[in-house]
């Protein structure tokens, strides 16, 4: 019997999800946009999520299980609103990147590794973003903002509590 | 006179009157040697990629020419061409502006290197933390398509031919062409173990399968273009055609230079302005994060032809495949990171060990127990907590980790290990003896 989690989705992602699957040669290799449909739709890949892909890609829980558990950037907790993630590797480090996470703390008021207690703000330390020429880099939602310097961080700061104040931000296509 | 950029790659990327429409790229003679192509004998494109000499942008240099004719084509299976848009190797972020700036010389080398390969269907794997990569991505592969140049019937040649566009979930290991596979596959991205999972006979859905780099995939329009025999007059022999260079840290011009035929210190003094004011440099990764550290002060020993030898220093490495080789590391990923006298070297390596921690797949014991173990080692080290045995044992445990992995990802927390503290021994033995926190404050490179 189908799990009624599909309703939740939005329309969009039902369709985009239904044009995925017969692109790839075998189901199951659709599995990886499927979650990501979901995650951008949602913002958390819950276990009615998984319960729904199992069926619709005619796959064993394990088999969706040990890919969300794998992969770092699928969420079995729910993602904020504004979604921070700051390069912590060498090159970002070597420019300040610690003290630009210690400053970003400090000015959301939210701990490295979490979400904030509001659910708006996700500050987290991503591993090499590959914009090392122009580090410190983060990623925040879908944008690269480039040379953070730890004395000029209000615009940065600014915009990410636009976007946490704000709506849900638009999500990625697949 | 200064060394300057040999722009093939990269010719359009920055000009502020080009974009990444599919009218760009038309306007700069797009597609036409795809167009030609697909009127050739597919081996004979194969066999122009060969005598170019092109090596894998990747990391690892292995001949593409070479790596197409492993492909096995007898097996009746339909093969599949996977291009590698991973890049996550710290420091490398040349595939990035390929991609983003670019987009439609990436699809051109695709569908000329699928033609030439009887592949019936592409794929892009780019990592999750380029979004927007994917979405110019799949709007140019869509623009390609209604001209005729990605799908079906391309050029009207009868060939048909579809690319799909893949996003990872951030994990490193992807980067790793069997972890990827898996990975598209839909399953935990374990790298396979070679024999008998080699891509070329049992790759994905266990057919025939090439991986290449986007940067290796690009360079295949160009020697369609100039054609083998000038393609190879550029860089040296067994080093041909241009690379990408990405230097990051300290520089005075941090950035990607496409260059052939240059010394490392033609990169670091003309293109990239030189180190810091009032500052020396100290050491650097030449090729990507895993690659082994070179001490900017360290002589290297060359043989000339009548066999008398001769002492040369880093700024005299030929920088390509075979001169940084030379030099005892690797030209890897491209992906150069310069420190100078301002960094405490042990949390240089900290850092990155503990960026190999994060990454290791968990398949194989020795890189999944021993990166963890050298994360903490370096990193108690870094906080004043070392204790006397912890050097020789970092030492010695990172040499059980390369080589003994079903992937050489092992060597990633191996090489690092072995090579800082090789070169920095004094440094590290003193950090270790004073076992204080942040001897060299001004900039901390890990968490506190």
């Known amino acids: 019997m189908a799990n009624s989690f599909g309703n939740k989705l939005k329309p969009e992602t039902l369709a985009e999800i239904e044009k995925i699957i017969p692109r790839y040669p075998q189901k199951r290799s659709a599995l990886m946009p499927v979650l990501q449909a979901i995650q951008d739709d949602q913002r958390v890949i819950s276990n009615d999520a998984i319960e729904w892909v199992v069926e619709k890609l005619d796959l064993q829980p394990i088999n969706v299980l040990e890919v969300v558990s794998f992969f770092p950037n699928y969420r079995q907790k729910p993602i904020g609103k504004c979604w921070v993630r700051v390069c912590r590797t060498l090159s970002c480090a070597l420019h300040g990147a610690y003290k630009v996470v210690d400053i970003l703390e400090k000015e959301l008021g939210c701990k490295m590794g979490t979400t904030s207690e509001d659910g708006s703000i996700t500050l987290e330390y991503a591993e090499c973003l590959a914009a090392c020429g122009t580090g410190p880099g983060a990623l925040i939602d879908e944008d690269l903002f480039e040379n953070l310097k730890p004395d000029d961080l209000g615009p940065v700061i600014a915009e990410i509590k636009k976007r946490a104040a704000g709506g849900v931000p638009t999500p990625t296509k697949g | ?448």
């Open chain 2, 1 to 448: 006179m200064a060394a300057k950029e040999t722009r093939i790659l990269l010719k359009h990327a920055d000009d502020p009157n080009y974009s990444t429409s599919i009218d760009s790229y038309l306007a700069v003679g797009g597609y036409k040697m795809l167009e030609q192509a697909v009127t050739m004998k597919p081996e004979l494109i194969r066999a122009e990629v060969k005598a170019a000499g092109l090596r894998g942008r990747g990391g690892a240099g292995f001949p593409c020419g070479v790596k197409w004719d492993l492909v096995d084509r007898k097996s009746g299976k339909p093969i599949y061409l996977i291009c590698n848009c991973d890049e996550s190797e710290p420091g490398t972020f040349k595939d990035r502006q390929l991609v983003h700036k670019d987009p439609h010389q990436l699809i051109e080398g695709i569908m000329i290197s699928a033609y030439a390969n009887n592949v019936a269907l592409a794929f892009i794997y780019i990592r999750e933390e380029m979004p927007k990569g994917a979405r110019i991505l799949r709007q140019a592969i869509e623009e390609a398509r209604a001209k005729g140049y990605v799908g079906e019937n391309i050029c009207g040649s009868g060939y048909s031919c579809d690319i799909i566009v893949h996003r990872g979930a951030g994990a490193y290991i992807c980067g790793e062409e069997t972890g990827l596979i898996e990975s598209l596959e839909g399953k935990r991205a374990y790298p396979r173990i070679k024999p008998p999972y080699f891509p070329a006979v049992l790759g994905l859905y266990n057919c025939p399968t090439i991986v290449n780099n986007v940067e290796t995939l690009c360079n295949v329009v160009h020697i369609c273009r100039m054609g083998s025999v000038e393609y190879a007059k550029i860089g040296r022999p067994n080093n041909t055609g241009t690379r990408i260079w990405c230097v990051s840290g300290h520089v005075q011009r941090p950035g990607y230079y496409e260059v052939a035929g240059i010394t490392m210190g033609e990169l670091l003094y003309d293109l990239c302005g030189g180190p810091l004011p009032g500052r020396k440099f100290k050491a650097i990764v030449p090729g990507g994060g895993s690659m082994k550290i070179l001490r900017y002060d360290e002589r290297f020993k060359g043989k000339n032809p009548d066999g008398s030898e001769y002492e040369y220093g880093v700024d005299d490495i030929p920088l390509d495949f075979d001169g940084v080789a030379a030099a005892g590391s690797m030209s890897g990923s491209a992906g150069m990171m310069v420190m100078d006298d301002s960094v405490d070297i042990m949390e240089a390596l900290a850092n990155l060990v503990g960026f190999y921690s994060h990454e290791s797949c968990g398949q194989c014991t020795p890189c999944r127990e021993g990166s963890l173990w050298a994360k903490k080692i370096t990193w108690r080290m870094c906080r004043g907590d070392a204790r006397e045995q912890d050097l020789d044992t970092l030492v010695s445990m990172a040499g059980n980790i390369g080589g003994r992995t079903v992937c050489p990802m092992g060597f990633s927390t191996t090489w690092p290990v072995q090579s800082y503290v090789g070169k920095f021994r004094e440094e590290i033995e003193a950090k270790v003896r004073e076992n204080k926190v942040g001897m060299r404050g001004d900039i901390r490179l890990i968490e506190k």
